[in-house]
């Protein structure tokens, strides 16, 4: 299976700094790589699909980039709200297999 | 909107067999298919298997293959998940998640049903 590696594990980020996170993949999966964001207590929350394409009303200062092995998540401006589990899964292979997670914190 | 609401926390004992709900509305359920991920506490999600509501058919992750059965209803719009010979192990928060693209992405997900457990 396709094994999936989030770095770093934790992210200390100041409110209204950038956050950039990253995704490898052991093996190619093209472009079907999606990121999600996870708060405490709830279901994960689709933010990208297709390594780059936001997600129906997530805000524009989440972008997604890479293809093949390695991705990027970038958040432009941190808010309150933004501080959270994110993970990464790819849909290229059989099973279906998702990263440890990223997960961001205040500074 | 669309939403699934799924079946709320279950207890179980070693070796018991659990079968959690999620009843979709907002959309055609027959038309897209509904996979089935789950989360043991402080990991990462884990993937299970998907179903087509229109067919029944579907297909599950190796680990859980002969353990796991995913069914559905079309007349009340509900698929199901039941999992057999329950272990420690298994405790975790039991998902389904709707694959409303192209691609194999989750959007949106149910609430989550927790299933402990526990002797």
């Known amino acids: 299976e396709i094994v999936m590696t989030q770095s770093p594990a934790t992210l200390s980020v100041s409110p209204g700094e950038r956050a950039t996170l990253f995704c490898r993949a052991s093996?190619?999966?093209?472009?079907?790589l999606a990121w999600y964001q996870q708060k405490p207590g709830q279901a994960p929350r689709l933010l990208i699909s297709d390594a780059s394409t936001r997600a129906t009303a997530i805000p524009a200062r989440f972008s997604g980039s890479g293809s093949g092995t390695e991705f990027t998540l970038f958040i432009s401006s941190l808010k309150s709200e933004d501080f959270a589990v994110y993970y990464c899964?790819?849909?290229?292979?059989?099973?279906?297999?998702f990263g440890g997670g990223t997960k961001v914190e205040i500074k | 909107q669309v939403q699934l609401v799924q079946s709320g926390t279950e207890v179980k004992k070693p070796g018991a067999s659990v079968k959690v709900s999620c009843k979709a509305s907002g959309y055609s359920f027959t038309s897209f298919y509904l996979h089935w991920v789950r989360q043991a506490p402080g990991q990462s999600p884990e993937w299970i298997g998907w179903i087509s509501p229109e067919t029944g058919g579907g297909s599950s992750a190796q680990k859980f293959q002969g353990r796991v059965a995913l069914t559905r209803d079309t007349s009340i719009n509900t698929a199901y998940m039941e999992l057999r010979g329950l272990r420690s192990d298994d405790t975790a928060v039991y998902y389904c998640a709707l694959k409303l693209g192209r691609g194999n992405y989750f959007d949106p997900w149910g609430q989550g049903t927790l299933v402990t457990v526990s002797s």
């Open positions: 093996q190619s999966v093209g472009s079907n």
């Open positions: 899964q790819q849909y290229n292979d059989w099973p279906l297999t």
